[in-house]
């Protein structure tokens, strides 16, 4: 199966993972065709698979401007110290004992809960996140992991996570993003509404990225997935099946970067530079 079909099925997801895939993927593909018209074309193809992560676009950005198997080299040890840096600034966030809740599967989010792990004891909480259950991938890779308790809940729980203890109350909220823009977050689907009612009971909400996913595009494509993933088809009914939403900034109290934890107001100040 060619890499296109497994971004595309969601055999490899997170944005930073597609992007480092697919810098693996371009640098064998410029050893056998050179980095002349073939390889534009194939970059192309690569940011069509999955139109609203940004950090693919970024990273094949700085590629076109150096066409090199030094540049690969460069980008992919740059996402490999960004993921260490994150997971460094992220776990201090999460305290002895506590519970933190998250969503869909970001490897940023791993690696900051098994930082963590080494030397706190705490319970994480993750939601189904369909229509592709995605948070399934994120259970049993949390399973594995010493030190903490994990939870699954159906999507419809997740709100009730931050507000009874018949789960087990959150203290924190940390989730991927696939862009970072002006207007806000853009995640999987189902983040806005974490968002909405974390700010409703004063629950901390953290987003866990590198400065690699800035989205400065001017427009923003939100992926629509096939109707199938939802449900076989129905008469008369017309199926959506949006993979992702966009959380007003109001809603989050910091970004975890590779320079550290930034509040909103710094973020959107960075975004403004070209």
Request: net charge positive.
């Amino acid at each position: 199966m060619d890499i296109f079909t497994r971004i595309k099925n969601l055999e490899i997801q997170g944005a930073i993972n597609i992007a480092e895939h697919s810098l693996i993927y371009l640098k064998g593909f410029a050893k056998k065709n050179g980095f002349g018209h073939k390889f534009d074309l194939e970059c192309d193809r690569l940011i069509a698979a999955r139109p609203t992560g940004v950090a693919l676009y970024n990273v094949i950005r700085e590629l076109r401007r150096d066409k090199s198997f030094r540049k690969i080299d460069e980008l992919l040890n740059k996402i490999k110290n960004n993921k260490e840096k994150i997971s460094n600034y992220g776990e201090k966030l999460i305290k002895n004992n506590s519970t933190v809740q998250t969503h869909c599967h970001s490897s940023n989010v791993m690696d900051i809960i098994k930082k963590a792990a080494e030397n706190k004891k705490f319970t994480v909480i993750a939601d189904v996140t369909e229509p592709m259950h995605q948070g399934i991938k994120t259970v049993k890779e949390l399973s594995e992991i010493k030190n903490i308790e994990v939870i699954l809940v159906t999507d419809d729980a997740a709100g009730l996570a931050l507000s009874h203890p018949c789960i087990s109350m959150s203290d924190i909220l940390i989730l991927g993003a696939d862009a970072i823009r002006k207007d806000g977050i853009v995640n999987k689907i189902g983040t806005y509404l974490l968002a909405v009612a974390a700010k409703e009971r004063g629950i901390p909400f953290y987003i866990a990225a590198s400065t690699l996913k800035y989205d400065r595009r001017r427009r923003l494509v939100i992926e629509m997935r096939k109707p199938s993933e939802v449900h076989r088809k129905i008469k008369g009914v017309k199926i959506l099946n949006p993979a992702f939403d966009v959380t007003p900034w109001k809603f989050i109290n910091g970004v975890i970067t590779e320079d550290g934890t930034k509040k909103p107001e710094q973020v959107l100040r960075e975004l403004k530079q070209v």
